[in-house]
């Protein structure tokens, strides 16, 4: 018998063997490995069992290996084609040794190759509908939660806002110990203006406003207004595409040019993009004002997110808006932003050299405004989002929630890498075949990672339709933010590149390694018996790494959304020190352009009357300034003798507030001592206020001041009444001193109006607008709302933090328990067998589930116990975003492990139920 050497310690297989294995598969690597494996188990079968056993198991192995392998060779379209390439490189002649390589065809190029790939990966998902379906929607999920945040993103930090040359703009802001970074009052940026003409080549400012504007059917609406100054314009580069800008024969005299330029979206929405707009008068603030121009598409507003309607000159503001008068005078009135275009060649050390000028110029001039501690800072404006205030808690906000979403989509590629990977493990005795019958690796890898690419391009287009769709119902969101703040959510460019690239990205390194691993099979033994393959426990140490990682990551996830929905909680049991109970709140401005002080003064009080005997109304009130508002604060310079201020000043700056008599009762605020405010306190008797617990104590060391006296202005102003402290600026702030004062003795244009009774808020704030209006039809109407709504507005960021980081967390468990389940599910699968002995042996039902649900909770325990430490190390990371509540937070930590342990035990118990349900002699015959 003729025999030929194939490896091994003398060992050697007879000729026919390898006759037959040549019929079969082509000369090449893949024919040495299938030998290979046939003489190592002949090796190992004769050492054990004599060389006669092992020759009869040769015999018969080699004659079912061949006759499998020319069976699919030739009857298996699919195998045909996975031999494509093979076949048109190579000719036979002979048997099988004498084979020679011909040329490659010129036709042969990888675009065919390419679409073979796509064609074979789409009959394979139709004939595998459930597996793709899964696939494509745990993607799309996962994709679709990146893509919604990335729009987020996309919109504040990457779109262009419209300014000209932005590397050569700069903003000014004023800083003191309070406001690092603080706004200008008109003088200030008056002095700027004149003392920095070397270093800035112009320089505008800006101040937000409210504005009426009157429609053509006699409705009224409030829109929000930038007003700027003549340089805005040229300082930021700002087109128009119809008439002009706003310009330095805008900026004479306050008053003096009632001129306004329409946003883009303004002028399309309301004059339907009208070109012959320009020119027209249109009644803004109750005044006649004339469209000079219609701003570029781009410019959205000098603040991201604000974006304005109109835009008049900063001079035109008491007018528009109502106010007294003193807007250009007072330099405590700090609400204007600054910006400005260097000159060329100009350096950082240039201007504040400048500005440290203008500093010491001032605080000369104006020893009591400009103290030792305020300054001038200059920041790029390429550096600012929002504003310098607010910048670093938006980036650590905006980065916690990429990662989470990063943290869902690696659980959604590790369920895809799951799925691939118990899907290669069935498959891993077609992938032999190929592989015996002369496919290259890289060719089967490239084919298996088409097919991941499509399901992951598949997904990503879900996860597209999927973020579009959230985004639009977020946009439509009544959410009670103080002011409209708006964002370009529309997937554009740059988000369509970015989900493209995500999906493509996931489907190459979570697909890698299932190909790798389904195409590096041992030949012999996967031919031969098609529950052994190589690689299998290496496939299961992967897919329990994957599940135990998945569960890490969503005990992440469920720790950092419980301890947003603990700190949410905290919040909500803070004591305000007033009622928050219902009400209705309803902001009324009293134009100084046509109500002088004494025809102010009776608007207020015939306003409070009548909103007191609507229906349904108990009490009502009024106050300049209603805590809390995250838009306005107010200061009143107070002197008391012994008590001098530490920033140098003459005088203390403490929050106040006018208000109407009747308002603590009205609010809510309970009185330590003394009396509110009456009738009878006017402006023709002793001035007189009404102060919280913290003042008392800051400046008379006891609650007990009624009775003391503190100057105001000319004013001294005799402490009637105490009332218990309350929040004034922010819910989480220490004691703050604030101070009361009637309306009949220091009256203002601004006030809010509220209500309380037994009418529906909704209603009563709606019915205290018909009321104004009824007095006066065009009296300004800024903002009307229910107390919850207000209250609410400061609340909202937590709010959507627990509910934004609790839904991805949510969603995270749903896809962890899904890989959960299938794990446990193809684990079960395979083990029908045992199972089957198992039972047939006596095993009870109950003994082989709690056998079969612990091998899946242990993943469960391992994942836990790495998800718990990491949350704790990532925890100390949300101080900043938390309130009231630990980063080591025990309750949300035993919370999360309950509810991930039940969860998870619900996914390994249904699969493992499932199975012993099947009769033992058909899970017997199924191998």
Request: one cysteine or more; charged letters at 20%; proline letters at 4%.
């Amino acid at each position: 018998m003729a025999r030929s050497r194939i490896g091994g310690a003398g060992v050697k297989l007879p000729r026919w063997v390898r006759f037959a294995v040549g019929r079969a598969v082509p000369p090449g690597a893949r024919r040495d490995a299938l030998l290979g494996d046939l003489l190592e188990e002949f090796a190992h079968r004769a050492e054990a069992s004599g060389v006669h056993a092992a020759r009869r198991w040769l015999r018969r192995e080699t004659l079912s290996v061949a006759a499998q392998l020319l069976r699919a060779r030739w009857t298996d379209p699919d195998l045909r084609g996975a031999q494509h390439d093979f076949d048109r490189r190579h000719a036979f002649a002979g048997s099988g040794s004498g084979a020679r390589t011909l040329p490659a065809s010129r036709g042969s190029n990888r675009m065919d190759i390419l679409v073979s790939n796509i064609r074979y990966a789409l009959r394979r998902m139709v004939r595998s509908p459930f597996f793709t379906l899964t696939a494509i929607v745990s993607l799309g999920l996962g994709i679709g939660a990146n893509t919604a945040i990335f729009s987020m993103v996309n919109a504040v930090y990457l779109q262009d806002r419209g300014f000209a040359d932005e590397a050569s703009l700069v903003d000014v802001f004023t800083s003191s110990p309070d406001f690092t970074y603080g706004s200008f009052s008109y003088p200030d940026w008056e002095d700027v203006e004149a003392g920095t003409t070397d270093v800035f080549a112009s320089i505008g400012t800006m101040r937000l406003s409210f504005a009426q504007i009157e429609a053509d059917d006699g409705s009224i609406e409030m829109v929000f207004a930038e007003a700027v100054s003549g340089g805005w314009f040229e300082t930021l580069g700002l087109r128009t595409v119809l008439g002009r800008g706003l310009g330095a024969e805008d900026h004479v005299a306050p008053g003096a040019h009632p001129v306004v330029v329409l946003s883009h979206a303004a002028w399309q929405s309301r004059y339907a993009g009208d070109p012959a707009v320009v020119g027209r008068t249109i009644r803004v603030g109750g005044l006649l004002h004339e469209v000079v121009g219609v701003l570029a598409p781009e410019y959205r507003g000098a603040l991201t997110g604000l974006h304005p309607e109109v835009m008049i000159p900063i001079l035109q503001f008491d007018e528009i808006t109502g106010l007294s008068g003193d807007t250009f005078e007072a330099r405590g009135n700090q609400s204007q932003f600054v910006k400005a275009r260097l000159r060329p060649g100009v350096e950082a050390p240039q201007v504040e050299g400048a500005l440290a000028q203008v500093v010491q110029q001032n605080r000369t001039a104006h020893p009591n405004y400009w103290t030792a501690d305020r300054s001038l800072i200059v920041v790029p404006t390429a550096d600012i989002v929002l504003h310098p205030m607010v910048d670093g808690y938006l980036t650590q906000a905006t980065g916690v929630l990429m990662l989470v979403v990063a943290m869902v989509l690696l659980i959604a590629c590790a369920n895809l890498a799951s799925f691939l990977l118990a899907r290669a493990s069935e498959r891993r005795k077609e992938i032999a075949v190929r592989l015996a019958m002369g496919a290259k690796r890289r060719t089967l890898i490239g084919q298996l990672l088409t097919e991941t690419l499509i399901l992951a391009v598949l997904g990503g287009a879900v996860g597209l339709a999927a973020a579009s769709m959230g985004l639009d119902l977020l946009q439509r969101a009544d959410l009670p933010l103080p002011i409209p703040i708006t964002f370009d959510l529309a997937p554009d460019r740059t988000v369509l590149f970015f989900s493209l690239g995500v999906s493509v990205v996931a489907g190459v390194l979570f697909g890698l390694a299932p190909a790798l691993q389904a195409t590096n099979p041992a030949l012999a033994p996967t031919l031969r018996d098609e529950t052994a393959g190589g690689g299998r426990a290496r496939g299961n140490a992967l897919r329990n790494a994957l599940v135990a990682g998945q569960v890490a990551v969503s005990v992440v996830l469920l720790v950092g959304a419980g301890l947003f929905l603990r700190s949410f909680s905290a919040m909500q049991r803070i004591d305000l020190g007033f009622d928050d109970g219902p009400g209705a709140l309803v902001q009324v401005v009293a134009p100084a352009t046509r109500y002088d002080a004494a025809a102010r003064d009776r608007f207020w009080t015939e306003l409070q009357g009548r909103v007191e005997a609507l229906p349904g109304v108990d009490r009502a009130a009024l106050i300049s300034n209603v805590p809390l508002d995250q838009l306005n604060t107010t200061f009143g310079a107070v002197t008391v003798p012994g008590v001098e201020p530490e920033d140098g000043r003459p005088y203390h700056l403490i929050d106040d507030a006018e208000v109407s008599p009747g308002w603590i009762e009205t609010m809510g605020h309970p009185l330590v001592a003394g009396r509110g405010f009456e009738v009878s306190d006017t402006e023709h008797s002793q001035p007189v206020a009404v102060v919280n617990e913290a003042f008392a104590e800051f400046f008379y060391g006891t609650t007990d001041a009624v009775g003391r006296s503190f100057g105001q202005g000319d004013d001294e102003v005799s402490i009637v009444g105490v009332i218990e402290n309350s929040k004034v600026r922010r819910m989480g702030e220490a004691d703050r001193p604030w101070f009361l004062r009637p309306i009949q003795q220091r009256g203002s244009n601004y006030m809010w109006v509220l209500a309380r009774g037994s009418a529906h808020s909704e209603a009563l704030a709606a019915e205290i607008v018909r009321t104004a209006q009824s007095i006066d039809r065009e009296i300004m109407i800024v903002e009307a709302k229910t107390m919850d709504r207000h209250l609410g507005a400061i609340r909202l960021g937590r709010v959507l933090g627990a509910q934004v980081i609790g839904a991805f967390a949510a969603l995270a468990l749903l896809l962890a328990s899904i890989g959960l389940y299938g794990v446990v599910s193809f684990a079960v699968s395979k083990r029908a067998r045992e199972v089957g002995i198992r039972m047939s042996l006596g095993a009870e039902a109950g003994q082989v589930v709690r056998m079969l649900t612990a091998s899946g909770l242990k993943l469960v325990a391992v994942g836990t116990g790495v998800g718990l430490l990491l949350s704790v190390l990532l925890a100390q990371g949300l101080s900043r975003l938390l309130y009231g509540v630990p980063t080591m937070d025990v309750v949300t930590l035993a919370g999360v492990t309950l509810l991930i342990g039940t969860v998870s035990f619900v996914a390994a118990w249904v699969p493992a139920r499932r199975v012993t349900r099947v009769n033992p002699v058909a899970a017997l015959r199924s191998e």
